[in-house]
């Protein structure tokens, strides 16, 4: 038995050692890619909730997002960067409700930006967030906090989405960028 096992080993060896020096056939050429990244914007403008002294708001945060789909009818033309800027409108219980497009004047005469607007909807739409809840503290007669009341509230935020194509490969990622 061990003389045998002394000649089936070095076989075995050789056998072991050419599955690992094969060589995978390469991929085939894979169609262009679409990619997106975002940021959250806030122009100064938008509109805050003024909070009371003692008052706090917590959530209003996202804990699930679904990156948007580079348009694939626009794969093959590798459309020139196209960013859509989009006000997402959340309700009380922190689902997204709607998604607006803004659309400004060097966005006005690219016919692709539709079709990105719509990829940035379906993927908003389906975002969560955890609800903005505004908690309202009052102290007692020995100085001690405690809640009076809380509710949640509907709130919304404004993001820009960029679709780039380059080298004939188009990008859309989900990585926040700053403005």
Same mark, same amino acid.
């Given at each position: *038995?061990?003389?045998? #096992? $002394?000649?089936?080993l070095?076989?075995? !060896?050789?056998l $072991? /050692?050419?599955?690992? =020096?094969?060589?995978?056939a390469?991929?085939?050429?894979?169609?262009? +890619?679409?990619?997106?990244?975002?940021? #959250?914007?806030?122009?100064?403008?938008?509109?805050?909730? @003024? /909070?009371? #002294?003692?008052?706090? =708001?917590? $959530?209003?945060?996202?804990?699930?997002?679904?990156?948007?789909?580079?348009?694939?009818?626009? !794969?093959?033309?590798?459309?020139? !960067?196209? +960013?859509?800027?989009?006000?997402?409108?959340?309700?009380?219980?922190?689902?997204?409700?709607?998604?607006?497009?803004? /659309?400004?004047?060097?966005?006005?005469? *690219?016919?692709?930006?539709?079709?990105?607007?719509?990829?940035?909807?379906?993927?908003? /739409?389906?975002? @969560?967030?955890?609800? !903005?809840?505004?908690?309202?503290?009052? =102290?007692?007669?020995?100085?001690?906090?405690?809640?009076?009341?809380?509710?949640?509230?509907?709130?919304?935020?404004?993001?820009?989405?960029?679709? +780039?194509?380059? =080298?004939?490969?188009?990008?859309?990622?989900?990585?926040p960028? @700053?403005?």
């Open positions: *038995m061990t003389a045998r #096992m $002394g000649t089936l070095p076989g075995l !060896l050789v $072991g /050692l050419a599955g690992c =020096a094969t060589v995978a390469p991929p085939a050429r894979a169609p262009n +890619e679409g990619s997106t990244s975002y940021r #959250m914007l806030d122009d100064g403008h938008m509109a805050h909730y @003024q /909070l009371a #002294m003692g008052d706090t =708001a917590t $959530g209003g945060t996202p804990f699930r997002r679904v990156a948007p789909v580079y348009p694939p009818e626009q !794969l093959a033309a590798c459309a020139p !960067l196209q +960013e859509v800027d989009v006000k997402v409108i959340v309700d009380e219980a922190g689902k997204v409700g709607d998604v607006r497009g803004i /659309l400004t004047d060097d966005m006005s005469g *690219m016919p692709p930006w539709p079709a990105f607007f719509a990829a940035v909807r379906t993927a908003v /739409l389906q975002w @969560q967030f955890n609800p !903005l809840r505004i908690n309202h503290w009052a =102290a007692d007669a020995d100085g001690n906090s405690h809640e009076v009341d809380s509710a949640t509230r509907p709130f919304s935020l404004m993001y820009a989405f960029r679709f +780039e194509c380059r =080298a004939g490969k188009a990008t859309v990622s989900s990585v960028a @700053q403005r």
